[in-house]
Nanobody, 122 residues
Framework: QVQLVESGGGLVQAGGSLRLSCAAS??????MGWFRQAPGREREFVAA????????YYADSVKGRFTISRDNAKNTVLLQMNSLKAEDTAVYYC?????????????????WGQGTQVTVSS
């Protein structure tokens, strides 16, 4: 059974940091990514990483502040979020797919976690 379980969300002040973790089980995944959905808005791409970890992509809004990484031995993907802003407040979702090629397209991900809330107070 495929499962993606996120953890690490919470409440933080603007300028602070959080680290999200996604534990995957049931399959060996190719590309993995993070998406987020703020209240009243559509879900949007945040970051993605290739199977090897050699390629990463970021949304312009988080570039330079967020870092995605993965540990294939533990089947986990991390999102280190620094210099958080109020506009980063959202539910963050881990996503995974069997494709090796890294993707920034939501529709190309077949597996999703339940989400973890990140709230940044200004």
């Amino acid at each position: 059974q495929v499962q993606l379980v996120e953890s690490g969300g919470g409440l933080v002040q603007a300028g602070g940091s959080l680290r999200l973790s996604c534990a995957a089980s049931g399959r060996t995944f190719g590309t993995m990514g993070w998406f987020r959905q703020a209240p009243g808005r559509e879900r949007e791409f945040v970051a993605a990483i290739s199977r090897s970890g050699g390629k990463t992509y970021y949304a312009d809004s988080v570039k330079g502040r967020f870092t995605i990484s993965r540990d294939n031995a533990k089947n986990t993907v991390l999102l280190q979020m620094n210099s958080l802003k109020a506009e980063d407040t959202a539910v963050y979702y881990c996503a995974a797919d069997l494709r090796v090629r890294v993707s920034v397209v939501e529709a190309e991900y077949d597996y999703w976690g339940q989400g973890t809330q990140v709230t940044v107070s200004s």
